[in-house]
């Protein structure tokens, strides 16, 4: 039997899936696995599979409350100073203008530029 490898693209190459999404086709993708190669004298447990499931779920909703909490941070800096460090390695300081979300992640507008808000290195 051949598995066909599992293959973790770069998410800022592929900005319209979001980890979840990748974690989600990752784990059906485990699971067609699993059911294709038990043993048929001793399948699968149905609780095994709910448990696997709840387990998923669990995992997806833990990972929405943590955008949603970033997002709640970053828009209690809207009018404050921040410094952040760019992908370049420059430094920017400015106001905070308005906070975007794009395929899951949180950027702040400062001035012209549109930087990550993990970025964000001190707050004034």
Known sequence: MQIASVQWNNP?????????????????????????????????KDRDFLAQMAQLNTAQQMERMG??????????????EVEAVLP???????????????AGKVFLKIGDQTVPFESVRSIQ
């Open 88 to 102: 370049s390695g420059s430094r920017l300081a400015g106001k905070v203008e308005n906070v975007q979300t794009n």
């Open 12 to 44: 800022s190459q592929q900005g319209t899936q979001s980890r979840t999404m990748m974690d989600t086709y990752q784990f059906l993708r485990l699971l067609i696995v699993e059911l294709t190669s038990q043993n048929p004298m001793d399948p699968i």
């Open 67 to 80: 955008q949603v909490f970033n997002t709640f941070q970053a828009v209690n800096l809207i009018g404050r």
